[in-house]
């Protein structure tokens, strides 16, 4: 999935704006595909159930019906012309369902897919990431079991030759009269046969595409990545600088991590820290799960080897249109801020090399984050950044704004007593850190004040509660009129 979409990403880049950004919803559409399956799936189920029962009550019947006299047509016959596939009162849809292919994958494909479900909720993708993964692979029993369902021929119709010699429309009227040796029927007793399965042919070519794309991540993960440098910051935060031959990135892309010491089998995504100009590539992992507690405590552990990493890709993601903007707002929610790492390093090295090309004029950058730890491996290229652009004369180029929004009436109180101090108290930078969280309105109002004619690009990388409020501001402070302001949300989506 994600191969797919940074491919047509990138062969869409030419195209308008707001087509470009739909592939950014790519989760989304992955999980609207999936509950239209869970909900086909129910509709599929309970229509076989009905059949069944409708079949059994025709077996039994004794009535001289239409759909009795149907169920009773060939059942002696080893011909393979019979309708109903229940030859006996003794037959049950029980043992039909636990004794036939199609019954048996039906059974196998509906449990594998409510398993499949029910560990996607979020509490237990977030809580027991492990338990998703590992279950979400039962798609390929699924689509296997798919692949043979209907191989038996349970669902039959009417023969191509039988239609010539008995019209349903017309012999149905007066079915007790069918058969060749009744000389007053024109109608010969209908003939059944097997409905050819078809759904192979609706999962071929997303099965290639999956078996081409995990050939391809085997590929990619065993060219070598050698680690160069190992950083653990505060806050339990993993930096891992590498290099790979060939590797090349851009602005806000991400990667996908194995380590083989850790899990053969699992592949985490994590943002790009880098910038394209510098000659490795990073990415700041933070401890929120057993994968990675287990890596961090791996590199920690400090063995003569350092632990073999694997990479595949990188990959496209919305931050890769920040410079595509004259004004780009940065929102950034704790180790959300990795893509915007990526992006104002590129932008310190584009000053230092007086980078003509440079479309983007203003950065109002955006981090809140829970404790002072967070912000610590951060600082460096914010001091960084601020000293660059005051020596180049751009001091106003980049707007940064922290925000404390968890902290005790020590800290803030500490805050208050240093506030006329020239750096602050919480993070050494000259920008002062706010306590609590930005009114999104207020700034929204500056940003559409400061900038009445531009298009600014919103990007955030966090939780999807503050997605929902910068859409909403998005929408709220974008003037009607073409000639200005507008503003565009874009999210990063994992």
Request: aromatic residues 14%; contains cysteine; hydrophobic residues 40%.
């Amino acid at each position: 999935r994600d191969k797919k979409f940074y491919y047509t990403r990138v062969l869409l880049g030419c195209c308008r704006r707001t087509m470009r950004k739909q592939l950014d919803h790519n989760l989304t559409f992955h999980k609207l595909v999936a509950y239209a399956i869970a909900l086909f799936t129910a509709v599929h189920i309970i229509a076989h159930l009905c059949n069944f029962e409708w079949y059994n009550d025709s077996q039994q019947a004794a009535d001289g019906s239409l759909s009795s006299i149907l169920s009773d047509l060939h059942q002696d016959e080893e011909s393979n012309k019979w309708l109903n596939p229940i030859h006996s009162n003794s037959t049950t849809p029980a043992y039909v369902t636990f004794t036939t292919i199609p019954g048996l994958t039906g059974v196998i494909i509906t449990v594998a897919l409510i398993l499949m479900v029910t560990s996607s909720m979020e509490f237990i993708r977030r809580s027991y990431f492990e338990v998703f993964w590992y279950t979400h692979h039962l798609f390929i029993i699924y689509f296997a079991g798919l692949v043979i369902h209907g191989i038996a021929g349970l669902v039959r119709g009417q023969t191509a030759e039988s239609l010539n010699k008995h019209n349903p429309e017309h012999c149905a009227q007066d079915p007790t009269h069918w058969g060749g040796n009744n000389k007053h029927s024109h109608c010969e007793e209908p003939e059944f046969g097997s409905i050819p399965a078809e759904s192979w042919q609706w999962v071929l070519a997303p099965i290639l595409l999956y078996v081409f794309e995990r050939v391809l991540r085997f590929w990619r993960s065993q060219q070598r990545v050698v680690v160069t440098k190992v950083v653990v910051h505060p806050s339990k935060v993993l930096e891992l600088q590498m290099h790979k031959k060939g590797f090349s990135m851009e602005v806000g892309q991400y990667i996908f991590i194995n380590s083989p010491s850790v899990s053969r089998l699992e592949w985490h995504p994590f943002t790009l820290t880098s910038a394209p100009e510098e000659d490795f590539f990073s990415v700041h992992i933070r401890a929120v799960g057993d994968w990675t507690e287990n890596l961090i405590d791996t590199f920690q552990q400090q063995k003569p080897k350092t632990p073999r990493i694997e990479v595949d890709g990188p990959f496209g993601t919305a931050s890769e249109d920040v410079f595509q903007y004259e004004v780009a707002m940065l929102v950034g929610a704790g180790i959300g801020v990795t893509p915007f790492a990526s992006v104002l390093k590129s932008i310190w090295y584009k000053f230092q090399h007086a980078d003509q090309r440079l479309k983007t004029k203003k950065i109002y950058f955006y981090w809140l984050c829970r404790d002072t730890g967070a912000f610590a491996w951060f600082n460096d290229l914010l001091a960084s950044l601020e000293q660059e652009m005051e020596e180049s004369g751009k001091a106003s180029f980049l707007n940064y704004r922290l925000f404390l929004t968890g902290w005790d009436n020590s800290i803030a109180g500490q805050a208050a007593f240093n506030f006329d101090k020239d750096t602050d108290v919480v993070t050494g930078l000259k920008q002062k850190t706010s306590f609590g969280r930005p009114r999104w309105s207020n700034e929204f109002s500056a940003v559409a004040t400061a900038h009445p004619r531009s298009v600014v690009g919103v990007f955030l990388c966090g939780p999807q509660a503050l997605a929902k409020s910068l859409q909403k501001c998005c929408h709220q402070y974008s003037s009607l009129d073409p000639r200005k302001v507008k503003f565009y949300f874009n999210k990063e989506n994992f």
